[in-house]
C-alpha cells in the first residue's frame, strides 16, 4: 500500500473540508456576495408588491443595484453577485410582463413574478438530488477544482459522502423555497382575491431567500468542522485504483 502524504492544494487548503469552505465562500461571495445578490431583489419584490406596477420596480431596484456595481467597479473587484441579482429580476420581469401583455390583471401579473423562482427552485433541487444519487454529488467537482483533478475525488468513498451530505444541505433550501411558495402560488391562481397570497409569497421570497442560504451555509460549515479528510486521499486513490 502506497504511503499516503498530505499536501496542500492551489488555494492552500491541506483537506478536503478546508478546500470545499475555500469554493464556497468563492461561490456565494461571502457575506458581501450574498447581500449584493438579495438587496436589489428585495427592493424590486417590496415595490412591485406595493406599487403593482413593474415600471417602478425595475427602476428602483436596478438603480439599488447600479449602486452597488458601481462601488464594485471603483474597488476593482468582482460584479458577479450584483450581476445575478439583476439577472434574477430580469427573468421575474419578463414573466410579469408576459403575462400582463396576455390580457393578465394586476394580480396575476404579480403572481407570474413568482413563478421562474419557484421553476428555479425545484429543477435546481431535482438536479442536485440526482447527482447525490447517482454519487456524483455536485459538491465533489468543488473538491476537484482545487486538487488538479475534476474526477479523482470519486475514487475516496469518504469524501463522496461528505460531499453527498453537502449537497443535501444545497438542496434543503429549494425545497422549503418550492414546498411554501408553490401552494401559495397555486391558491393565488385559484382565488378570487389573490391580495393575501400575493402579499405571503413576497414575504415568502424575501424571508425565505438571504437568510435561508445563510442557515444552510452555516449547517455546512457546521458539518465541515467535524471531520478533517486529507485532500490527497483522492489522488492516492486515483493513483492506485
Known amino acids: 500500500m ?54 417602478p420596480a425595475l427602476v428602483i431596484s436596478v438603480a439599488t443595484a447600479l449602486v452597488l456595481l458601481a462601488v464594485r467597479l471603483v474597488q476593482r473587484s468582482t460584479v458577479q453577485f450584483v450581476l445575478n441579482s439583476l439577472v434574477g429580476i430580469a427573468v421575474g420581469a419578463f414573466f410579469a410582463w408576459r403575462s400582463a401583455r396576455h390580457g393578465g390583471d394586476a394580480a396575476d401579473t404579480a403572481l407570474a413574478y413568482f413563478l421562474p423562482g419557484i421553476l428555479y427552485n425545484a429543477a435546481y ?15 465533489g467537482f468543488m473538491v476537484g477544482s482545487v486538487s488538479g483533478d475534476a474526477t479523482a475525488w470519486h475514487a475516496d468513498r469518504q469524501v463522496v459522502r461528505l460531499c453527498g451530505n453537502l449537497s443535501w444541505m444545497l438542496v434543503a433550501p429549494c425545497l422549503v423555497r418550492v414546498a411554501v411558495e408553490l401552494p401559495l402560488y397555486l391558491a393565488g391562481k385559484g382565488a378570487g382575491d389573490a391580495s393575501t397570497m400575493i402579499a405571503a409569497l413576497g414575504v415568502a421570497k424575501i424571508g425565505l431567500g438571504w437568510p435561508l442560504q445563510v442557515a444552510a451555509l452555516a449547517g455546512m460549515v457546521w458539518l465541515l468542522a467535524r471531520n478533517r479528510t486529507p485532500v490527497t486521499d483522492t489522488q492516492v486513490a486515483a493513483e492506485t485504483a
Open 2 to 55: 502506497p504511503q499516503q502524504q498530505t499536501a496542500t492544494t492551489e488555494t492552500g487548503a491541506e483537506t478536503v473540508e478546508a478546500a470545499v469552505r475555500s469554493q464556497l465562500s468563492r461561490a456565494l461571495g461571502g457575506r458581501r456576495g450574498m447581500a449584493e445578490a438579495a438587496v436589489p431583489t428585495i427592493a424590486f419584490t417590496v415595490t412591485f408588491l406595493v406599487a403593482r406596477d413593474l415600471t
Open 125 to 139: 433541487a431535482v438536479v442536485i438530488s440526482f447527482s447525490i444519487l447517482v454519487r456524483w454529488p455536485v459538491v
